[in-house]
Nanobody, 125 residues
């Protein structure tokens, strides 16, 4: 059974930066695309960034040009670098994995095969 564990959440001031990590275990990592999602209180979970096995990436409009995503297949880890954080970025951040058999696509949709339990990011103005 695949497992994902997020880390790196913290409280930062607006304009600051954070790097989140998602470490996978129990799955053939390079057969999966990984996505980052976030959910603020009272709102639906939204996809914000994803990366395929072949390093193709996709970003949602609110984070494009501020966030970057990368993966280290040897360490079974995906990173989300978040720059110029805004109060509206405050949320619990989750990573998800979807099986693609190594294909060059990823998705911001919520149909993931595995989810982590999340890490909390707060942004003060």
């Amino acid at each position: 059974e695949g497992q994902l564990v997020e880390s790196g959440g913290a409280s930062v001031q607006a304009g600051g930066s954070l790097t989140l990590a998602c470490v996978a275990s129990g799955l053939t990592f390079d057969h999966y695309a990984i996505g980052w999602f976030r959910q603020a209180p009272g709102k639906e979970r939204e996809g914000i960034a994803c990366i395929s096995s072949s390093l193709a990436t996709e970003f949602s409009t609110p984070v494009k040009d501020r966030f970057t995503i990368s993966r280290d297949n040897a360490k079974m880890t995906v990173f989300l670098q978040m720059n110029n954080l805004k109060p509206e970025d405050a949320a619990t951040y989750f990573c998800g994995a979807v099986w693609t058999f190594g294909a060059s696509w990823c998705t911001l949709r919520k149909e993931m095969d595995f989810w982590g339990k999340g890490t909390l990011v707060t942004v003060s103005s």
